[in-house]
């Protein structure tokens, strides 16, 4: 029977209670006693020069307390970059400055220009209309190509050209493999883009600054999913605030997909402009700032060359990747294609010789940064596609072919220098076929075209590295903060226990799942637990929530501090019952003397501590609360194989999805519901990438998808219901829980899926020549495809 509690059951999340009654706490629910609002002016064009920002009028209008402009930024940091990459020749990459406002030149639409703040938002909006702005527009570079051709524009006057980085990995390979491609018996070459997103959390982002001149602290109300992160960036980087001196809280969040991990221009804004003004300043994002301010995802253009021998065997790959990186750089976006990416280009087969080479390139368009996924999804989608293509073109099944490739022997030492500790991709793809129901396949393409539709099959294999870790290897790759957690378990004198994570929950159920881990180590119930997080005020520094790290990491945190708690308890509970702490077990919320009837109830221990009548002081300090922090040694490398069946009509292009099936190896399980529900939200942003979603601009950089009108987000009719499994568990090794991520898996294996099963579906009605069709899939472009 399922367990009911504990590792491996399925309680319901305790946070919905209050998300669904509408009783959550949310950024924007945060009002302060003379409460300002601000309203940014942003730019309309993609690329100008500032010649002159007037203010007067606007300054004079009723409501208005002050404007900011980019000159009451001069003696302020920059936002800063998290990562710095070095290049294929040992270089640094160029990094620019990114002004909290613009100086001088504004670099695409929605850069922001002034900074009105006034008694309420409508005042600071009307007053925005009265700046009177002179920008000499200069020409905008949109493509990545054309951005790193001679005599293209400049983005930033101060660098040498938009070229960031030409990174190369393994550059040790690169002949190796350019020898391997010259050898191969068969070669595939495929060019493809992954096209660029919008996040779209439900949430948009809100900012709230306070200060507090008695103690000249300031406090940052923030959409965040990582408090302490923005705290050290903001604090140390930007405002030159001491981190004693600062308070970052991110209260309950609506979904971050990636976009709530950096650090934002309103953030810092508004901490600054709070300080200046002694009063609250609030920022309330509206949706279409969201699409022209947020950081978005993807935007690569990439070839990808897969060689093979005579046996059919994967010789070699080669890829060329060119990464839009935006006008500025985002926190984490120089790691997203190179370190996130290249080094998950083994995929889940053994491939002896890898050559990967990225040029991240700026242009006038929206920062680009970590997006659900982040450079995993995009290194999946090359190289499934191009093996489903090679399989098409060698006459041979795509599953067999991946069979015969897959990795069987661990640990694997790829050659982009990760080793995947554990996995067992046949087994994922035996799973796969039977829920699937594979064998019913041709019944049920012939019952479509009964109809006048085509039917597809798509299969496709992912693995993924997440948890990412160690401190001391991303340091050394250019991380410029280490990728720890921390826990503080605090153990009450009645029993109950506070745990303080530096992992910030946005719609994972860290407030479930987490209970459930400690609540099976004590033996106690999960109700007596809670959980806080997203304050940097009530807990030790963490690094946050991103990456599918929340359990391996910061659960490891807690596992760590837990196992102290235990141990000095065993302490404690062997001076009440008069025995050896070596001979104390914990069982059923008890502590036992092993092989006797002899216990003691948690709740006697815990008041014990408090209370400590019957042990040496001198032997036990008093009291009941441990700290850990945990590096990991290693990624976890989640794995799985997924089927998508379509259905696609001839006469318009349009493509529905049938059938979704999902079989991962996620490791150890805590809450299996949680684990499904993660799978279903990631496969369904899949889907919106491949059919529906995508962020376009027009040659003068201005975004014509900057709304819901033209932005296709999916909606429950284009997604079907799925068949999920995560029963091939292959724990990880190197974690005490045994756990690897699950966040990401359905954003990473979807895409591929889906476009090899449209693929397969026109190849069933003899449209042989059609090889490829870039994302998304939108009806126009699979019925042009058709019908070239």
Same mark, same amino acid.
């Given at each position: 029977m399922p367990k009911d509690h504990g590792i491996g059951a399925s309680p319901k999340r305790r946070?919905?209670?209050?998300?669904?009654?509408?009783?959550?706490?949310? %950024? *924007?629910? !945060?009002?302060?006693?003379? &409460?300002?609002? $601000?309203?940014?002016?942003?730019?309309?064009?993609?690329?100008?020069?500032?010649? @002159?920002?007037?203010?007067?009028?606007?300054?004079?209008?009723p409501g208005v307390v002050r404007i900011f402009t980019g000159d009451d930024f001069a003696g302020v940091g920059g936002l800063p970059c998290g990562w710095q990459v070095t290049d294929k020749h040992g270089q640094p990459m160029q990094e620019p400055g990114h002004p909290v406002l613009a100086q001088g030149k504004v670099r695409h639409v929605g850069d922001p220009i002034a900074a009105i703040v006034a008694d309420t938002y409508e005042q600071a909006r009307d007053a925005a209309e009265a700046i009177v702005l002179d920008i000499e527009e200069l020409p905008a570079v949109i493509d990545m190509k054309a951005a790193v051709q001679?005599?293209?524009?400049? +983005?930033?006057? *101060?660098?040498?050209? =938009?070229?960031?980085?030409?990174?190369?990995? +393994?550059?040790? =390979?690169?002949?190796?493999? *350019?020898?391997?491609?010259?050898?191969?018996?068969?070669?595939?070459?495929?060019?493809? +883009?992954n096209n660029r997103l919008v996040a779209n959390p439900m949430e948009p982002r809100v900012a709230v600054g306070d200060y507090n001149r008695s103690t000249d602290k300031s406090t940052l109300y923030t959409t965040s999913q990582n408090p302490h992160v923005i705290r050290l960036l903001m604090g140390a980087f930007v405002l030159g605030i001491p981190e004693h001196k600062l308070r970052v809280v991110a209260p309950d969040v609506g979904g971050g997909f990636g976009t709530k991990i950096f650090h934002y221009a309103e953030e810092a804004f508004c901490t600054f402009a709070a300080r200046q003004l002694k009063r609250p300043v609030k920022w309330t994002s509206t949706r279409s700032e969201a699409f022209m301010s947020d950081a978005h995802g993807r935007d690569h253009v990439t070839k990808i060359e897969l060689a093979l021998d005579k046996d059919n065997n994967f010789t070699a790959i080669r890829t060329e990747t060119y990464a839009n990186m935006g006008a500025y750089l985002s926190t984490f976006a120089p790691s997203v294609p190179t370190w996130l990416h290249g080094t998950l280009m083994a995929g889940?087969?053994?491939?002896?010789?890898?050559?990967? =080479? $990225?040029?991240?390139?700026?242009?006038?368009?929206?920062? +680009?940064?970590?997006?659900?996924?982040?450079?995993?999804?995009?290194?999946?989608?090359?190289?499934?596609?191009?093996?489903?293509?090679?399989?098409r073109e060698l006459g041979v099944d795509p599953i067999k072919l991946r069979r015969q490739n897959f990795i069987t022997q661990f640990p694997y030492a790829t050659p982009v220098a990760v080793e995947y500790d554990t996995g067992d991709y046949v087994a994922t793809m035996d799973k796969l076929e039977q829920i699937a129901d594979l064998s019913g396949f041709e019944a049920r393409r012939k019952a479509s075209e009964a109809k006048g539709k085509l039917r597809g099959l798509g299969i496709n294999c992912y693995i993924e590295a997440c948890g990412i870790a160690p401190s001391n290897l991303v340091g050394q790759l250019g991380a410029r903060a280490g990728l720890y957690e921390s826990a503080t378990v605090r153990v009450n004198a009645t029993g109950s226990i506070s745990v303080m994570t530096g992992s910030h929950s946005h719609g994972q159920g860290h407030e479930t799942a987490f209970p459930q881990v400690i609540a099976e180590m004590l033996g106690i119930d999960e109700s007596m637990i809670e959980i806080?997080?997203?304050?940097?005020?009530?807990?030790?520094?963490?690094?946050?929530?991103?990456?599918?790290?929340?359990?391996?990491?910061?659960?490891?945190?807690?596992?760590?501090? %837990?196992? @102290? !708690?235990?141990? @000095?308890? @065993?302490? !404690?509970?062997?001076?009440?019952?008069?025995? /050896?702490?070596? *001979?104390?077990?914990?069982?059923d919320g008890k502590f036992h003397?092993?092989?006797?009837?002899?216990?003691?109830?948690?709740?006697? $221990? %815990?008041?014990?501590?408090?209370?400590?009548? =019957?042990?040496?002081?001198?032997?036990?300090?008093?009291?009941?609360?441990?700290?850990?922090?945990?590096?990991?040694?290693?990624? %976890?490398?989640? /794995?799985?194989?997924?089927?998508?069946? $379509?259905?696609?009509d001839p006469d318009t292009g349009r493509v529905t999805i049938e059938r979704f099936s999902a079989a991962d190896d996620f490791g150890n399980i805590i809450?299996?519901?949680?684990?499904?529900? &993660?799978?279903?939200?990631?496969?369904?942003?899949?889907?919106? &990438?491949?059919?529906?979603?995508?962020?376009?601009y027009d040659d003068n950089g201005q975004l014509l998808t900057g709304s819901y009108m033209d932005y296709a987000m999916p909606r429950a009719s284009d997604v079907p219901f799925y068949t999920v499994d995560h029963s091939c568990v292959t724990p990880c090794t190197h974690n005490p829980l045994g756990v690897k991520g699950c966040g990401e898996a359905g954003a990473i294996g979807s895409p591929p899926a889906v476009v090899n099963a449209v693929i397969d579906a026109l190849h069933s009605a003899g449209k042989t020549n059609v090889t490829h069709i870039d994302m998304p899939l939108s009806p126009n472009r699979v019925w042009a495809a058709m019908n070239a």
């Open positions: 946070e919905d209670l209050r998300f669904l009654t509408g009783t959550g706490n949310y %950024t *924007d629910d !945060i009002n302060l006693y003379g &409460q300002l609002y $601000v309203h940014f002016l942003r730019s309309d064009v993609a690329h100008g020069r500032l010649n @002159k920002v007037d203010t007067t009028d606007a300054a004079a209008m001679d005599g293209a524009p400049k +983005v930033h006057d *101060d660098l040498t050209s =938009n070229l960031c980085y030409d990174w190369g990995f +393994v550059e040790e =390979n690169k002949a190796a493999t *350019d020898e391997a491609f010259k050898n191969a018996a068969h070669v595939t070459t495929l060019e493809l +883009v889940n087969y053994r491939t002896p010789l890898i050559y990967v =080479n $990225v040029k991240a390139v700026f242009t006038n368009t929206v920062p +680009v940064d970590a997006y659900r996924g982040a450079g995993r999804p995009e290194a999946t989608y090359q190289l499934e596609r191009v093996i489903d293509k090679a399989a806080v997080h997203g304050d940097t005020a009530k807990g030790p520094m963490g690094m946050g929530t991103y990456g599918s790290r929340s359990l391996a990491v910061g659960g490891s945190a807690m596992v760590r501090a %837990t196992e @102290k !708690i235990i141990n @000095k308890a @065993k302490k !404690i509970a062997a001076h009440l019952m008069e025995a /050896s702490d070596a *001979d104390i077990e914990v069982k003397v092993a092989g006797t009837d002899k216990s003691v109830a948690w709740g006697d $221990v %815990t008041l014990a501590a408090y209370v400590p009548h =019957n042990y040496p002081l001198e032997d036990i300090e008093p009291g009941l609360e441990e700290t850990a922090f945990y590096d990991p040694s290693n990624f %976890t490398y989640p /794995s799985g194989a997924y089927c998508c069946e $379509v259905e696609v809450n299996p519901m949680i684990v499904s529900g &993660q799978v279903h939200g990631g496969i369904g942003q899949g889907i919106g &990438q491949a059919l529906l979603e995508g962020a376009v």
